[in-house]
């Protein structure tokens, strides 16, 4: 069972805490309980947060692409023969 934590991380009490996006359906209506799904950035552990207190986006999640994407993107254009 997942703990529930206000301020820290409930099993290394890291502060570094990031909304995680829900999977399952149990985890979709936490929201019904005013729950909100959790990581922690340290221990990479999910736990429960209580909705009306902040939590952080992810920052591996708008990390914008690299520029090797791009390259091989504009290889891929026809050219003329």
Known sequence: ???ISLK????????KIYVSPSK???QK?????????V???????R???PIFLPAA???AR?????AADVVSFKTKEKRPA
């Open 1 to 3: 069972m997942r703990r």
């Open 57 to 59: 986006e992810n920052p």
């Open 47 to 49: 736990h429960f947060r």
């Open 24 to 26: 399952t359906l149990w």
């Open 8 to 15: 820290n991380c409930p099993y290394c009490g890291c502060s």
């Open 39 to 45: 990581r922690c950035h340290v221990c990479m552990r």
């Open 29 to 37: 209506i936490s929201v019904v309980f005013l729950l909100r799904l």
């Open 62 to 66: 708008n990390t914008p692409r690299k």
